[in-house]
Structure formats: C-alpha cells, structure tokens
C-alpha cells in the first residue's frame, strides 16, 4: 500500500492502514550480526572518543611544557662561547642609555 498526502503531514494515520504496509524484517540470524556488528563499531567509536581526549590532554600540557624547556634553554644545544641572557640584558640596556636621545615635538608641516 502506498501512503501519500498532498501536505507536509499526515492528517491522520489509521491501524488499518499501518497493518497494510509490507515492512521487511530481516532473519533472527541476520538481526543477530547486525546486532554484533553495531557493539563492535560501537566499541571502535568508544576507543577513538578516548584516544581524542586523551590527545587534547596532552595538546593542553604540550604548550606550557614547551614554554618551559624554551626558558630553560633546552629546545636547541646551547653554545658554551654564548654570553648569559643576564650579560646580554646588561649590555643592551647600556647600549640604550649611551645612545642619543631621538628629540620629541611636533612635527610641523
């Protein structure tokens, strides 16, 4: 039997009309597979969901830790002929002071 409207919805749906329909069910057996195979993919999906958080755990600690070892000086080998960041700091900061003061105004058209 066919069931068909002219609108959107049903504007009633009868048992006698339901009891019409031919609806394929498959073997008992075959529902068994089904059945089986669905927990199997359920289960895959269940692992993945786990693999994902776990991921973004690691991704979450990922970016502190690299600042860390960046900080530390343990990204790249260290060159021992290298001065100390201190010094470094020292030397840049005298070298601001030595130089000539850049004059701040207007600047007049």
């Known amino acids: 039997m066919k ?3 002219g609108a959107t919805a049903v504007s009633a749906l009868y048992l006698r009309d339901i009891t019409k329909l031919s609806i394929a069910i498959p073997p ?15 289960a895959f999906a ?4 786990a693999r994902l958080a776990t991921a973004r755990r690691q991704v979450g600690q990922l970016t502190p830790a ?11 080998a260290q060159d021992p002929a290298d001065e ?22 207007r600047a007049r058209a």
């Open 3 to 5: 069931v068909a409207s």
């Open 28 to 42: 008992p057996r075959e529902q068994t597979e089904i059945v089986r195979r669905v927990e199997i993919l359920f």
């Open 46 to 49: 269940d692992r993945l969901e």
């Open 66 to 76: 690299l600042l860390a070892k960046a900080f530390r000086g343990e990204l790249v």
């Open 84 to 105: 100390p960041a201190a010094e470094l700091l020292k030397r840049l900061s005298a070298q601001r002071e030595a130089a000539p003061k850049a004059k701040r105004g």
